[in-house]
């Protein structure tokens, strides 16, 4: 009984060594990582370091203030607002769109019927499961900026470029999401809709989908707050927006333009991260 409580009550050296041994390596990777990219963190405390940062802060200060220039700022935020919109809008169309084709045949209500189909159905669905799957990693593989670097090419500068590189993109990374989703709903819904004789998409978006509904959309609005942030880089390669302008004050070393477009950034970013918030707690409450 003695040994019995002694290992009831003394935990197994091995995890202890097992939690120094990952923290041990974590350390090791991270020397490794700083050593390999060459940084230089207490460069940016020296005296010299302090000092330049300090002498280029103070060329921010005044913000731009003129009118004219308000005016591209305002215009240049009210773009970058509706690439945010408009991308995510793609996203969630084309991962819809192919989320069908690339959900498991468990979760389309196959079961004993697609054990018993033809060779040539089994071969087709696997193929656009395949296919379906292999376009959502592609899309999101490719960062967004690349994205707005091939359509800046495609269709020219501009907004458009933006909100198509946004569109494939996000359509990658939340046709995963709502896949994942989708995966942890309840089979019930799905059977029953197929034994009653509906087809399988049908018993899919009307037996899985609703099940899922309300998560999709949070999964939505948080996209929608990550690509405000996106938008405005995505300018700086030539995809419009509030980046854009400031890539130009940057290349003009224009330090009191960008001083003003950096304010309206945090201020759009912000402003959507709480509208975002306040829809999920709504809708939270909602279902």
């Given at each position: 009984m003695t040994g019995s409580l002694s290992d009831d009550r003394i935990p197994p050296r091995s995890n202890a060594w097992d939690k120094w041994g990952w923290l041990a390596a974590m350390g090791a990777f991270l020397a490794?990582?700083?050593?390999?990219?060459?940084?230089?963190?207490?460069?940016?405390f020296t005296r010299e370091?302090?000092?330049?940062?300090?002498?280029?802060?103070?060329?921010?200060?005044p913000p731009a203030?003129?009118?004219?220039?308000?005016?591209?700022?305002?215009?240049?935020?009210?773009?970058?607002?509706?690439?945010?919109i408009g991308g995510t809008a793609i996203a969630s169309v084309i991962a819809m769109g192919l989320l069908y084709f690339a959900s498991s045949e468990d979760l389309i209500g196959g079961g004993g019927e697609w054990e018993a189909a033809a060779p040539h159905q089994k071969t087709l669905r696997r193929a656009l499961f395949i296919a379906s799957r292999a376009a959502l990693n592609l899309f999101r593989t490719i960062p967004e900026i690349v994205w707005a670097i091939f359509f800046?090419?495609?269709?020219?500068?501009?907004?458009?470029?933006?909100?198509?590189?946004?569109?494939?993109?996000?359509?990658?990374v939340m046709g995963k999401l709502y896949a994942e989703t989708l995966e942890n709903t309840r089979r019930g819904a799905v059977e029953a809709l197929r034994a009653g004789g509906a087809t399988r998409f049908t018993a899919f978006a009307y037996g899985a989908v609703p099940q899922a509904s309300s998560q999709l959309i949070v999964y939505t609005l948080y996209r929608w707050e990550v690509n405000i942030r996106a938008a405005a880089i995505l300018g700086f390669v030539g995809a419009?927006?509030?980046?854009?302008?400031?890539?130009?004050?940057?290349?003009?070393?224009?330090?009191?333009?960008?001083?003003?477009?950096?304010?309206?950034?945090?201020?759009?970013?912000?402003?959507?991260?709480?509208?975002?918030?306040?829809?999920?707690r709504r809708l939270d409450a909602r279902f």
């Open positions: 490794w990582s700083f050593s390999v990219a060459g940084w230089e963190i207490l460069a940016v370091g302090v000092a330049q940062f300090g002498s280029y802060l103070k060329n921010f200060w203030t003129d009118a004219a220039f308000l005016s591209v700022v305002a215009q240049a935020v009210l773009e970058t607002l509706a690439i945010s800046v090419f495609a269709v020219g500068l501009g907004t458009f470029a933006g909100t198509l590189a946004l569109g494939i993109h996000n359509a990658g419009g927006g509030i980046g854009q302008q400031m890539y130009i004050s940057i290349s003009l070393f224009l330090d009191s333009r960008l001083a003003t477009l950096t304010i309206a950034t945090f201020i759009l970013v912000n402003g959507v991260d709480l509208l975002s918030g306040y829809l999920r």
